[in-house]
């Protein structure tokens, strides 16, 4: 099976994102880059150097729905007609803006944040939505667990690994260990699970960090020999990259943790006390806090800090 990873550029501090063209009948590209002119005329260009039209493609593969991975995705099926797009069910940043839902606003607000930053948080997202299309429930395919998508020459089976996101999927290659993976695994960024509302209850969060954990170990238990990731160069040492994360994260939770006194704090003045220069800028404030509620999160549930909830804030305490 032909994997070829095309490098396309975003608006984004992360640089390129990574498209992969499965070189297979039925042609098929996993990820597609965010909606500019740069990324499509990249992506066009790029395909007809390896002798293929966007009008060729009969699938495309998302591995989550965030803005520099599926923005071009509507416009791509539009020009190939017929083209199926599949998704995971639990993305849903394709179906409406990533911070617009009274879930996000309430979610945010439990965690302390002002509703004046709040509103500062949507409006940066806002213009971010405008690099993708909307998608209909009508117009994808659900990916899900396990399952195996065809091609004339082998399979790449379905992974789900949340974390990232909730409905993030890898794609696995049995025959030479190859995995797809998104941005579950980077090779040169510390990686984020963000903070969302849980599909399957939007009034209670996403485990994102502890499924994340679970999705890291998923991915390791097929010993991978090589992954593909959603930024940046090739992983052929994915233990070490493991490793690391796992370091990475230990040292997090140690950080934020000892933040905690018994003083009670909200996650908001968490993330102050951690990243008092990220809070203050545009999409980096939401980051800063997400990054503090997923490592709090997990922090409880290991039975290191307390939280108690009081008129519709949560506060953590030391226990
Ligand atoms: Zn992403």
Redesign the pocket.
């Given at each position: 099976m032909k994997i070829i990873p095309i490098a396309i550029p975003t608006p984004f501090y992360i640089g390129d994102v990574n498209v992969y063209l499965i070189k297979e009948d039925p042609l098929t590209l996993i990820d597609v880059g965010p909606k500019t002119k740069e990324a499509s005329d990249a992506l066009r260009e790029k395909l007809q150097t390896n002798g293929v039209k966007i009008s060729d493609i009969r699938r495309i593969v998302l591995t989550?729905a965030?803005e520099?991975?599926c923005g071009l995705a509507k416009q791509i099926c539009d020009e190939a007609k017929n083209a199926e797009i599949y998704v995971h069910a639990w993305e849903t940043g394709h179906l409406f803006g990533r911070l617009a839902g009274d879930e996000h606003k309430s979610l945010m607000l439990r965690a302390g944040v002002p509703l004046e930053i709040f509103r500062q948080m949507r409006e940066s997202y806002k213009d971010m939505s405008l690099l993708t299309d909307t998608l209909n429930e009508s117009e994808f395919v659900e990916l899900k667990d396990e399952m195996e998508i065809e091609f004339a020459g082998g399979v790449l089976k379905v992974l789900h690994t949340p974390g990232?996101?909730p409905g993030s999927c890898s794609f696995l290659r049995e025959a030479n260990r190859t995995i797809i993976a998104g941005?579950c695994v980077l090779k040169r960024f510390t990686p984020n699970p963000i903070v969302s509302p849980d599909p399957s209850d939007p009034n209670k969060r996403f485990k994102s960090l502890a499924e994340y954990l679970v999705s890291l170990a998923r991915i390791r238990s097929f010993a991978p020999t090589l992954v593909y990731g959603?930024h940046g160069e090739a992983i052929y040492d994915y233990d070490e990259i493991f490793h690391r994360y796992v370091r990475s994260i230990d040292e997090r939770q140690k950080t934020v943790v000892d933040s905690i006194s018994k003083d009670a704090a909200t996650a908001w003045d968490v993330a102050n006390k951690l990243f008092p220069d990220a809070i203050k800028k545009d999409v980096h404030q939401f980051l800063a806090v997400s990054e503090t509620i997923v490592h709090l999160d997990y922090a409880e549930s290991q039975g290191k800090i307390a939280v108690e909830l009081k008129e519709g804030t949560e506060f953590y305490r030391k226990i």
């Open positions: 989550h965030h520099d991975h990232h996101t941005d959603g």
